[in-house]
């Protein structure tokens, strides 16, 4: 397909397990960003990519939360041993690069934590 | 610090013309100002990206004031199907950092 593709689409855990989310870019887009939304609430930054460098991880809420990319391709966001407030969404979007381009965000991964 | 403030909500009617705000006092020169749209169970959709003074496209106007510490998403003539959360947009490019509005969550009414 031509658009960021995010799995799984749904997720249900349990607290003290580790989680791995996943995103596929659109096709060429350099950029790549993480967000997370709980429940009726806005969009919180999490951490870009500009190709595989993340030059800003100051949004991940914790050390329990890491992501990584490989190359201009997938990437993955971790969070290992979860908790409950960790239940949201979390929506990965992609760009051209970093520089004012257009974000085409995916349709997210829906994460309970029991 | 950059912050950037958009109301809780608005309500309107079809065919109506809205007016959302956003306040983004710390701007800097290179930063631009972008506005997303967002259905339930979806993610948030581009509608309008600007720099300064007004841009148009074929669904919204966005105005920007001569010191771009605020902006303006104009949707005319609203229907139902607008109703919907609008979230505004900064991408502080000189920190590397981008920041989104809490959002605002917009009604239309019949």
């Known amino acids: 397909g031509a658009g960021v593709s995010q799995s799984p689409s749904n997720k249900v855990t349990e607290k003290g397990k580790d989680v791995e989310l996943r995103c596929d870019p659109i096709?060429?887009?350099?950029?790549l960003y993480w967000y997370r939304q709980r429940l009726g609430q806005g969009l919180e930054f999490l951490i870009y990519?500009?190709?595989?460098?993340?030059?800003?991880k100051s949004g991940l809420p914790s050390d329990r939360f890491s992501a990584e990319r490989t190359g201009e391709s997938v990437s993955t966001l971790t969070i290992q041993r979860t908790q409950q407030e960790d239940s949201a969404v979390y929506l990965c979007?992609?760009?051209?690069?970093?520089?004012?381009?257009?974000?085409?965000f995916g349709p997210g991964t829906r994460l309970l934590v029991l | 610090l950059a912050k950037t403030t958009q109301p809780i909500s608005m309500d309107s009617y079809e065919g109506q013309e809205v007016n959302i705000t956003c306040s983004h006092n710390?701007?800097?020169?290179?930063?631009?100002i972008t506005w997303y749209q967002q259905f339930p169970s979806q993610g948030p959709r581009f509608i309008i990206q600007?720099?300064?003074t007004k841009v148009t496209n074929e669904v919204a106007s966005l105005f920007i004031p001569a010191d771009r510490k605020s902006s303006t998403l104009s949707l005319p003539r609203v229907s139902l199907s607008d109703t919907a959360v609008y979230y505004c947009?900064?991408?502080?490019?000189?920190?590397?950092?981008?920041?989104f509005g809490s959002g605002t969550r917009l009604s239309i009414r019949p």
């Open positions: 979007a992609s760009s051209l690069d970093f520089r004012q381009e257009t974000q085409y």
């Open positions: 600007g720099y300064k």
């Open positions: 947009l900064v991408h502080y490019s000189s920190a590397s950092k981008i920041i």
């Open positions: 710390n701007i800097a020169t290179n930063d631009y």
């Open positions: 990519f500009q190709g595989n460098s993340a030059p800003d």
């Open positions: 096709s060429g887009h350099t950029a």
